[in-house]
């Protein structure tokens, strides 16, 4: 089994999610089933709680931090990109947050809803399920096709996958 | 510097390439002569191949992946900023990405051109050497005449 970080009390992993070994896991944080938290990835859960649900990533850099009054709740099959920042907000079932993107307290990311990458959601946004937002500050830009949501539904899937691959490998650690 | 093996592969390091003792490097990775990974970097390279060019600065916690059927090369002696994100692309001699721009799949940056920080260069996207890209997408700036100097 490859090595996985030191979990600290109050943090609750399914025994089928893979944790990369720097991932940094802290405060209130529940990883649920076949999910991953992937290397330099840090859910911060002391003020506030962070779940990540069934199935989804939080791929290499990405922070989701907690605010008093505003967890983080990531919901079934999402993926959230390398390096994006996710602070106080929700994303629901099957949608993309791209890399480098940020989305700020109160923010909800709809059902399948795509967040391009470098984008910046402003507090308290709500996007529709099904939604392209993209721009610095984000804003609506077009409902996506079935082809982007079925490449959304590949992602969650793909990750599920390359973290069950991670999860089986065998090796002894070389510094 | 903290190695993984991924489907048997380790990653091969030049032996007076410079690598951060907090850096991650997964799987084929190559990183050439005299190249330079900074702290917090992440290399995961489970999908394709993560090729470091010769006398390259790969700055702080930047993180390269790959595309599903593409791998990431940086050219020698090419700078990554410190925070950048590469996808599967491909970067050439001597350019620079800025810090926390990213570069998507199957996207290029030709030799010596520039990428500005936090520019997003878009899947598919060709930067021409010598080039500015800049915003999110990124546009290409028009060039300026050289001055007296070059």
């Known amino acids: 089994m490859a090595e996985r970080p030191a979990v600290p009390a109050g943090v609750q992993v399914d025994p089928s999610a893979y944790l990369a070994v720097n991932a940094v896991l802290a405060g209130a944080v529940v990883v649920g089933p076949r999910a991953s938290v992937w290397y330099g990835a840090i859910l911060e859960g002391s003020d506030a709680p962070v779940v990540v649900g069934a199935g989804s990533s939080v791929q290499d850099r990405a922070v989701a931090r907690g605010l008093p009054g505003y967890p983080v709740w990531i919901a079934e099959e999402v993926t959230v990109g390398h390096c994006a920042q996710l602070l106080g907000c929700r994303v629901e079932r099957g949608a993309v947050v791209g890399l480098n993107a940020t989305v700020l307290p109160g923010a909800v990311i709809g059902t399948g809803s795509l967040v391009a990458a470098g984008a910046v959601v402003p507090a308290g946004l709500v996007v529709p399920p099904g939604m392209l937002v993209a721009g610095n500050p984000a804003t609506l830009k077009k409902p996506l096709s079935g082809r982007a949501l079925q490449w959304q539904a590949k992602a969650a899937e793909d990750y599920q996958q390359l973290a069950r691959r991670y999860l089986a490998r065998q090796f002894a650690p070389r510094r | ?150």
């Open chain 2, 1 to 150: 510097m903290i190695q993984e093996p991924f489907d048997g592969h380790w990653p091969v390091v030049a032996a007076d390439a410079q690598v951060a003792a907090t850096a991650v490097l997964v799987g084929q990775v190559h990183v050439g002569p005299r190249a330079r990974i900074g702290h917090g970097v992440v290399l995961r390279a489970d999908i394709q191949r993560i090729l470091i060019g010769e006398d390259a600065w790969v700055q702080e916690n930047v993180v390269m992946h790959t595309a599903d059927d593409a791998d990431t090369v940086v050219g020698p002696a090419a700078v990554i900023e410190a925070g950048a994100v590469l996808e599967g692309c491909t970067i050439g001699r001597g350019a620079r990405i800025g810090a926390r721009a990213a570069v998507l799949n199957y996207a290029a940056v030709g030799d010596g051109a520039r990428v500005v920080a936090g520019a997003v260069v878009a899947e598919r996207q060709q930067v021409p050497p010598g080039a500015t890209a800049a915003g999110a997408p990124a546009r290409l700036l028009d060039a300026t005449p050289a001055g007296p100097d070059g």
